[in-house]
């Protein structure tokens, strides 16, 4: 089945026929259904408690669906050298900004979600693209992520 909206996939088909579409409202359906039936243990959720702080994860989340992931795409689709620097340079500030959330909200800590054993929402929206942005980084021969422009994301 395909999203009834852009016509993409995934769409999460439920057993009485609704269908949940785009993968992070999919992940996040599942964690709502996971807290109110107490599947969950402790700890394993993929958002905080903290209602703030699923606002923040979820608002991060939108961030890299909507303004990183394009940035990154268009390195790779840009028609011209120049329009390839100006997409870098957008892949970097939207980097930059993901740099910043990550200092607020993972105290510290080795993810987003400010735990080391387990990543969220968060970190699993911005790590699956980290494959994509190397091999984009390899293929045009650029740096888009670096220790010295944004050390706590390297």
Same mark, same amino acid.
């Given at each position: 089945?395909?999203? =009834?909206?852009?016509?993409?996939?995934?769409?999460?088909?439920?057993?009485?026929?609704?269908?949940? *579409?785009?993968?992070?409202?999919?992940?996040?359906? %599942?964690?709502?259904?996971?807290?109110?039936?107490?599947?969950?243990?402790?700890?394993?959720?993929?958002?905080?408690?903290? =209602?703030?702080?699923?606002?923040?994860?979820?608002? $991060?989340?939108?961030? %890299?669906?909507?303004?990183? $992931? =394009?940035?990154?795409? @268009?390195?790779?689709? @840009?028609?011209? =050298?120049?329009?390839?620097?100006?997409?870098?340079?957008?892949?970097?500030?939207?980097?930059?900004?993901?740099?910043?959330?990550?200092?607020?909200?993972?105290?510290?800590?080795?993810?987003?979600?400010?735990?080391?054993?387990?990543?969220?929402?968060?970190?699993?929206?911005?790590? *699956?693209?980290?494959?994509?942005?190397?091999? *984009?980084?390899?293929?045009?021969?650029?740096?888009? %992520?670096?220790?010295?422009?944004?050390?706590?994301?390297?």
């Amino acid at each position: 089945a395909a999203n =009834p909206v852009y016509g993409k996939i995934p769409v999460l088909l439920l057993p009485d026929g609704r269908a949940i *579409c785009e993968s992070a409202v999919i992940v996040q359906y %599942i964690e709502d259904v996971a807290r109110e039936s107490g599947g969950a243990e402790a700890g394993s959720l993929l958002l905080p408690d903290d =209602p703030y702080e699923r606002a923040m994860h979820r608002f $991060w989340t939108a961030f %890299i669906d909507d303004k990183f $992931w =394009p940035a990154l795409d @268009a390195v790779s689709l @840009a028609p011209t =050298p120049g329009a390839r620097a100006q997409a870098a340079e957008d892949t970097r500030a939207a980097l930059s900004l993901l740099e910043v959330a990550f200092k607020d909200r993972s105290n510290g800590r080795a993810f987003f979600s400010g735990g080391d054993v387990a990543p969220g929402l968060l970190d699993l929206a911005l790590g *699956c693209f980290l494959p994509a942005l190397r091999a *984009c980084e390899r293929l045009h021969g650029l740096s888009l %992520i670096d220790a010295s422009a944004t050390p706590l994301l390297d």
